[in-house]
């Protein structure tokens, strides 16, 4: 093999190498909401439970973070399912749905005491999200992660012609080193667990 050609080679190795290094990727985080709490939940809700879509109020609506590592190589974070509302709506109603509550999705509750009475369902939930992000950077040898997630929830109870509206918001910061997108998935979801768990609590 000629000097010209094995330096032809070498060239096109390092430019593969650089556009890997440059361009990031993208990682998957699965969303799920495993309860941990032991209160009932058809004692204040019902055995059924209308879902509106899920509206999600970002701006970035396709991601759900980003790392950026030493050599400021940004790479992001994609939900699954997508978008984002529909993978909220789907671990909502798989959660609640292990834990004897019949949830009907595509709701179209306006958020309103007095619509309750038109409704099909002993209740009616409506999530916005507000905030749904992870932030991750490690520059020379200081790894962190922060997670921060804002929802603002409805629950409407049709027996009780009442509206709970809470806000709730977490913020956790975690030391993440070397990155891992199994260890951030975790994260995200046990930050979600806790909004969750901690709104249903709170109605009971």
Not at 17 to 29: M, N, Q, R
Not at 155 to 176: N, P, Y
Request: proline letters at 4%; charged letters at 25%.
């Amino acid at each position: 093999m000629s000097r010209k050609l094995c330096l032809g080679l070498l060239v096109g190795f390092l430019n593969i190498l650089w556009i890997g290094l440059a361009s990031g990727g993208t990682y998957p985080i699965h969303i799920q909401y495993q309860r941990t709490g032991s209160f009932p939940l058809c004692k204040r809700i019902g055995g059924t439970l209308g879902l509106n879509p899920i509206r999600d109020k970002r701006s970035d609506q396709q991601h759900v973070g980003r790392y950026v590592n030493p050599r400021r190589v940004v790479s992001y974070l994609e939900c699954i399912p997508a978008p984002l509302g529909k993978a909220i709506e789907d671990a909502l109603s798989q959660c609640l749905s292990r834990r004897g509550v019949k949830v009907t999705l595509g709701l179209k509750w306006d958020g309103k005491e007095e619509s309750l009475k038109s409704i099909e369902t002993d209740s009616a939930l409506m999530v916005e999200v507000e905030r749904f992000w992870t932030e991750g950077t490690d520059t020379i040898g200081k790894p962190k992660t922060n997670t921060s997630i804002y929802l603002t929830v409805r629950l409407g109870i049709k027996r009780e012609g009442r509206v709970v509206t809470r806000q709730i918001f977490t913020s956790k910061a975690l030391i993440l080193y070397p990155f891992s997108p199994d260890r951030i998935e975790q994260m995200v979801n046990r930050s979600l667990a806790d909004l969750f768990d901690s709104f249903l609590s709170s109605i009971m």
